[in-house]
């Protein structure tokens, strides 16, 4: 059973960072393409970023590019998205995602 627990939300002024992870669990971890996606308040699911672990090739919305970073420990079956630079329009619930599944998601707030 794919398990995937997201964490490392909270609440941050704007420009500032934080850093998400998502342990994973139930399948391959080091041969799976993994995904952050987010929903905003009100919003639906927009993708943010993906990652192919096998690769390393990494993908990123226009939104976030240039300011996310998505990467992976494949020994620690973990996924991170390390965010910089954040806006208020980054405020959103973040999942970690495989294929169809996603976990509970972790909330992000930028705000001052």
Not at 7 to 31: D, I, W
Not at 95 to 105: L, R
């Amino acid at each position: 059973e794919v398990q995937l627990v997201e964490s490392g939300g909270g609440l941050v002024q704007p420009g500032g960072s934080l850093r998400l992870s998502c342990a994973a669990s139930g399948f391959t971890f080091s041969s799976s393409a993994m995904s952050w996606v987010r929903q905003a308040p009100g919003k639906g699911l927009e993708w943010v970023s993906s990652i192919y672990s096998y690769s390393s090739n990494t993908y990123y919305a226009d939104s976030v590019k240039g300011r996310f970073t998505i990467s992976t420990d494949n020994a620690k079956n973990t996924l991170y998205l390390q965010m910089n630079s954040l806006k208020s329009e980054d405020t959103a619930v973040y999942y970690c995602a495989k294929d169809t599944n996603k976990g509970h998601g972790t909330q992000v707030i930028v705000s001052s």
